[in-house]
């Protein structure tokens, strides 16, 4: 509790008149002073009944509609504050806005109850220009004395959430050669017999089977006892290595290849919610790594990482420098070199830079998505399903990433977005769309010649079916 400027000015003149009483040996105005200090005692004892009231009976809660809502729309946010009991004092209770969100004036969102007022409701709408779980959790309460003298302020909690989402983008195709692919990724299985929930096998009947396994059709067919074994479903560790550098920025606002790629890695993110599978990320930028978490299985674990996915931005240094030439590995090029003539001029220019292997390597390792696929693939000790979400504009770096996690992962999945369909109209008209189409589907197919790797194209759904036709109607 806080006194007034009307407090100080009052116990000023107290204190003044008790002075003047002194100096001027009159008893007059020190009985003044005693009454203005008597005044303020009991205003004080009456604030602080008033106070510890409000603080017993009152209760306030906030609602946000709607719950859900993207980037840049605005949500009515309500505020209602209510009394047990009324109280001889007025009351003001204020909605605290987190200062990610565009909140009106302190009066527009302010509940004011009078003396004796024991409800009131106050709906404010608020601008949300930042994505990610917005949460009102405070409620700001300022209690005044009826006589002005003392003003107390306290806060309130509050449990009111909304989720701001970036600018989906509309119609996704995740296909493979063109084909949309209609399946839920994330599913596995353990290759382990047993009780479980998917069919593996039929056999017959062995002594200490129990009834409830004979597959009675087979069976009857057979006319033998036949028993149905099943799979029995494992947890595999969902690893996730998200490009976030500042090529992904590429496409109009809330269609870059960045939204594509952050709704697919959403996706994988509830598929792994929904088995219970542990999941870790990572976020790779320009120059190195912009965030990594992981593994984990606990429920707050998953909105971690929405979280996270729902704020990614791109990058903002400049594009790292990159091969975009079809990827030759070491011993490809040493290949290629001992078919050189040696006699050319040609072949004598050349054959240093497909000799030298070991500066190739040292390349690629030191690029930050080779260097977070690395790591990924370092950190499992079970069973693990790799996904990384990029695009092909570095084909050398991702190809030998890719090499990596087919060797050290137990499954690798590859969502490429297609750069060709997310240039702007300038580097479209300068460029050939359907020669960058079949080069993108070179590579997509060079990836996944690599053993347990799947690799799939992601791409809007109206600009892939405008290049399908196009293909067919070529043919």
Same mark, same amino acid.
């Given at each position: 509790?806080?006194?007034?400027?009307?407090?100080?000015?009052?116990? /000023?003149?107290?204190? +003044?008149?008790?002075?003047?009483?002194?100096?001027?040996?009159?008893?007059?105005?020190?009985? =003044?002073?005693?009454?203005?200090?008597?005044?303020?005692? $009991?205003?004080? @004892?009456?604030?602080? /009944? =008033?106070?510890?009231? $409000?603080?017993?009976?009152?209760?306030?809660?906030?609602?946000?509609?709607?719950?859900? @809502? +993207?980037?840049?729309?605005?949500?009515?946010?309500?505020?209602?504050?209510?009394? *047990?009991?009324?109280?001889?004092?007025?009351?003001?209770?204020?909605?605290?806005?987190?200062? *990610?969100?565009?909140?009106?004036?302190?009066?527009?969102?302010?509940?004011?109850?009078?003396?004796?007022?024991?409800?009131?409701?106050?709906?404010?709408?608020?601008?949300?220009?930042?994505?990610?779980?917005?949460?009102?959790?405070?409620?700001?309460?300022?209690?005044?004395?009826?006589?002005?003298?003392?003003?107390?302020?306290?806060?309130?909690?509050?449990? =009111?959430?909304?989720?701001?989402?970036?600018?989906?983008?509309?119609?996704?195709?995740?296909?493979?050669?063109?084909?949309?692919?209609?399946?839920?990724?994330?599913?596995?299985?353990?290759?382990?017999?047993?009780?479980?929930?998917?069919?593996?096998?039929?056999?017959?009947?062995?002594?200490?089977?129990?009834?409830?396994?004979?597959?009675?059709?087979?069976?009857?067919?057979?006319?033998?006892?036949?028993?149905?074994?099943?799979?029995?479903?494992?947890?595999?560790?969902?690893?996730?290595?998200?490009?976030?550098?500042?090529?992904?920025?590429?496409?109009?606002?809330?269609?870059?290849?960045?939204?594509?790629?952050?709704?697919?890695?959403?996706?994988?993110?509830?598929?792994?919610?929904?088995?219970?599978?542990?999941?870790?990320?990572?976020?790779?930028?320009?120059?190195?790594?912009?965030?990594?978490?992981?593994?984990?299985?606990?429920?707050?674990?998953?909105?971690?990482?929405?979280?996270?996915?729902?704020?990614?931005?791109?990058?903002?240094?400049?594009?790292?420098?990159?091969?975009?030439?079809?990827?030759? &590995?070491?011993?490809?090029?040493?290949?290629?070199?001992?078919?050189?003539?040696?006699?050319?001029?040609?072949?004598?220019?050349?054959?240093?830079?497909?000799?030298?292997?070991?500066?190739?390597?040292?390349?690629?390792?030191?690029?930050?998505?080779?260097?977070?696929?690395?790591?990924?693939?370092?950190?499992?000790?079970?069973?693990?399903?790799?996904?990384?979400?990029?695009?092909?504009?570095?084909? @050398?770096?991702?190809?030998?990433?890719?090499?990596?996690?087919?060797?050290?992962?137990?499954?690798?999945?590859?969502?490429?977005?297609?750069?060709?369909? +997310?240039?702007?109209?300038?580097?479209?008209?300068?460029?050939?769309? =359907?020669?960058?189409?079949?080069?993108?589907?070179?590579?997509?197919?060079?990836?996944?010649?690599?053993?347990?790797?799947? $690799?799939?194209?992601? &791409?809007?759904?109206? &600009?892939?079916?405008?290049?399908?036709?196009?293909?067919?109607?070529?043919?």
């Amino acid at each position: 509790m806080l006194p007034t400027r009307r407090w100080a000015a009052l116990a /000023g003149v107290a204190c +003044f008149l008790a002075v003047y009483a002194v100096v001027l040996d009159e008893p007059t105005p020190l009985v =003044a002073a005693c009454g203005l200090v008597a005044w303020l005692v $009991v205003a004080q @004892v009456e604030a602080v /009944g =008033a106070m510890r009231a $409000v603080d017993r009976d009152l209760s306030a809660s906030v609602s946000v509609e709607p719950t859900s @809502v +993207f980037v840049g729309d605005r949500a009515a946010v309500t505020l209602t504050a209510s009394l *047990s009991e009324a109280v001889d004092a007025p009351v003001e209770v204020e909605l605290v806005a987190p200062p *990610s969100v565009n909140a009106p004036e302190r009066a527009r969102r302010t509940v004011s109850l009078a003396p004796g007022e024991t409800e009131g409701s106050v709906t404010c709408s608020v601008e949300l220009p930042i994505a990610g779980r917005i949460a009102f959790d405070e409620v700001g309460v300022d209690i005044d004395g009826r006589a002005g003298f003392f003003t107390e302020s306290v806060t309130l909690d509050a449990d =009111a959430r909304c989720l701001v989402e970036p600018p989906a983008p509309e119609g996704i195709h995740v296909g493979r050669g063109g084909k949309l692919v209609g399946t839920t990724f994330g599913d596995h299985s353990s290759d382990q017999t047993g009780p479980g929930l998917v069919p593996h096998e039929t056999r017959q009947y062995l002594p200490g089977d129990t009834l409830s396994q004979i597959d009675w059709k087979t069976t009857a067919r057979m006319n033998h006892p036949y028993i149905r074994e099943f799979e029995s479903e494992s947890d595999y560790l969902l690893s996730l290595v998200v490009d976030c550098g500042s090529h992904m920025n590429r496409g109009p606002t809330g269609r870059t290849m960045l939204s594509y790629a952050r709704e697919i890695a959403l996706g994988l993110v509830d598929a792994a919610e929904s088995h219970g599978d542990p999941v870790s990320t990572q976020f790779v930028g320009d120059d190195a790594m912009e965030w990594e978490f992981g593994p984990s299985s606990s429920s707050n674990a998953y909105q971690t990482v929405r979280r996270r996915l729902l704020s990614m931005e791109p990058t903002a240094s400049p594009r790292r420098p990159v091969d975009a030439s079809r990827p030759v &590995a070491p011993e490809d090029a040493r290949k290629r070199s001992r078919l050189l003539d040696d006699d050319s001029a040609f072949a004598a220019t050349l054959r240093p830079y497909l000799r030298d292997g070991e500066s190739y390597v040292s390349r690629v390792s030191d690029r930050p998505l080779f260097d977070a696929v690395k790591s990924a693939c370092s950190r499992s000790n079970r069973q693990d399903h790799l996904v990384l979400v990029t695009d092909d504009s570095a084909k @050398v770096e991702t190809y030998e990433a890719v090499v990596v996690a087919s060797k050290r992962s137990s499954q690798t999945s590859v969502f490429l977005t297609p750069t060709t369909f +997310f240039d702007d109209a300038a580097d479209a008209a300068a460029t050939d769309f =359907a020669a960058g189409l079949v080069a993108f589907e070179e590579f997509r197919k060079l990836l996944e010649r690599l053993p347990n790797v799947t $690799v799939y194209e992601v &791409a809007p759904k109206s &600009a892939m079916a405008l290049a399908t036709a196009r293909a067919t109607t070529a043919e």
